[in-house]
T-cell receptor, first 122, second 116 residues
Framework: AQTVTQSQPEMSVQEAETVTLSCTYD???????LFWYKQPPSRQMILVIR??????QNATENRFSVNFQKAAKSFSLKISDSQLGDAAMYFC???????????????????FGKGTKLSVKP | NAGVMQNPRHLVRRRGQEARLRCSPM?????VYWYRQLPEEGLKFMVY????????ESGMPKERFSAEFPKEGPSILRIQQVVRGDSAAYFC??????????????FGSGTRLTVV
């Protein structure tokens, strides 16, 4: 079974600085998807960035980028020019590409890490 | 285009009562997933449904929990005879028809269930 580990329960960054959140995962599959979700106090789960395992190029979305190391099974999130609105819980998630053939087909569910609470200091 | 709608946002139940959580997926989405988030934890998969079918319920507790997604109307997660350990945030997510599995799907804002 796949597992996702976030070893940093809490992180803090100064406004305008850069911070990196760590994520490692365990899988025997060669093809899969990885995601970072943000959960602010409103509780809404917001997709920040996604990475396809078969792509070597690291995904980037504005101030957010990832460092995907497939051999090391590492998927860290870098937030540049941190803003106060970046303060939230951040969850790393894994999704298998294995499709279970059933009525109408099936998609793998997301496997989440326990999260990292990011604080941004003004 | 409304997102995934969950209600109620907060639900308080006494031990032994029933809790009903509702989820309306995004327009055009036919797949619904339910996740549970315990305090200080990440989300844990519970059940995956399509219209009138349960596809994967491997994350559902064997007793007291059930889910449905009828042909008409929202998906319902039902918890019978609630206990304090059921207190959590319950999230619903939806995605389009099968094939786009790289899509991280869209979550609702969750229902926070408190059992007193």
């Amino acid at each position: 079974a796949q597992t996702v580990t976030q070893s940093q329960p809490e992180m803090s960054v100064q406004e305008a600085e850069t911070v990196t959140l760590s994520c490692t995962y365990d899988t025997s599959e060669s093809d899969y998807y990885l995601f970072w979700y943000k959960q602010p106090p409103s509780r809404q789960m917001i997709l920040v960035i996604r990475q396809e395992a078969y792509k070597q190029q690291n995904a980037t979305e504005n101030r957010f980028s990832v460092n995907f190391q497939k051999a090391a099974k590492s998927f860290s999130l870098k937030i540049s020019d941190s803003q106060l609105g970046d303060a939230a819980m951040y969850f790393c998630a894994y999704r298998s590409t294995v499709v279970v053939v059933n009525y109408g087909g099936s998609q793998g569910n997301l496997i989440f890490g326990k999260g990292t609470k990011l604080s941004v200091k003004p | 285009n409304a997102g995934v709608m969950q209600n109620p946002r907060h639900l308080v139940r006494r031990r032994g009562q029933e809790a009903r959580l509702r989820c309306s997926p995004m327009k055009g989405h036919s797949h619904v997933y339910w996740y549970r988030q315990l305090p200080e934890e990440g989300l844990k998969f519970m059940v995956y449904l399509q219209k009138e079918n349960i596809i994967d319920e491997s994350g559902m507790p064997k007793e007291r929990f059930s889910a449905e997604f009828p042909k008409e109307g929202p998906s319902i997660l039902r918890i019978q005879q609630v206990v304090r350990g059921d207190s959590a945030a319950y999230f619903c997510a939806s995605s389009p028809l099968a094939g786009n599995i790289g899509y991280g799907y869209t979550f609702g804002s969750g229902t926070r269930l408190t059992v007193v």
